[in-house]
């Protein structure tokens, strides 16, 4: 890289460069390449398999599978607003939950139902969703956007889902908690606080502003 520098290119090329690091020595030299960039205000191409990498040190993400572009676009975007579902599934750490079932219609309300819980959908989706009235949906939520209902000060039976906590997975500063709905197997990521009992029923609750929905034969998002 060094020898690269003085000859002052207009891009540098990147394939990988960190991969053979150990764990503690890739972020720091992730933290170098960013600051050099950034003091050379010079284009950086960098490829790479780690998301991490990618929406840390990325200005923008390409995100391809078998030669095809699916999505180009800010790190954010790419993760509030897949493309697809693989995009969606290809970023975020632990990867997006997603699941199978149906949408519904009643009272002029729709819901998604997964056959053993049904959450109702917020209303500002129901114009892209209306077309999806009783066919069957893949729907997406993202780990963080699920919540034990112990913690939650305002919720509703409409989003309200219950589950058994299978396992607690304590990180630290955060809680994986694997939880099974009777059908689908899915994860919530909680405060270090945040420690139910595994084997055990339980509440959550979902951030339903932040879910997605995806076609299941084209896989492109619909919400």
Request: proline share 4%; glycine share 6%; charged share 30%.
């Amino acid at each position: 890289l060094g020898r690269a520098i003085v000859r002052k290119p207009r891009v540098f090329l990147f394939d990988e460069p960190l991969s053979n690091l150990d764990a503690k020595m890739r972020v720091t030299m992730r933290a170098e390449i960013h600051k050099l960039r950034l003091r050379l205000q010079t284009t950086f191409i960098y490829v790479t398999h780690d998301q991490t990498e990618a929406m840390t040190m990325g200005d923008r993400i390409v995100v391809m599978k078998d030669g095809v572009i699916h999505q180009c676009a800010d790190p954010m975007t790419i993760y509030d607003k897949p493309a697809n579902k693989f995009v969606a599934s290809f970023i975020g750490t632990p990867p997006i939950n997603l699941m199978n079932g149906t949408i519904q219609k009643k009272d002029k309300k729709y819901y998604f139902d997964e056959g053993r819980f049904r959450v109702k959908l917020v209303d500002e989706m129901n114009d892209a969703i209306a077309g999806y009235a009783g066919r069957e949906v893949v729907f997406g939520i993202r780990s963080e956007d699920i919540y034990d209902r112990l913690f939650v000060s305002e919720a509703s039976a409409d989003n309200t889902v219950r589950v058994t906590c299978e396992m607690v997975e304590p990180l630290g500063s955060d809680v994986y908690l694997y939880l099974n709905s009777g059908k689908s197997n899915f994860m919530a990521r909680v405060g270090a606080h945040n420690r139910p009992e595994v084997n055990r029923d339980l509440e959550v609750v979902f951030d339903m502003r932040k879910v997605h929905f995806f076609d299941p034969d084209t896989e492109t998002t619909i919400i």
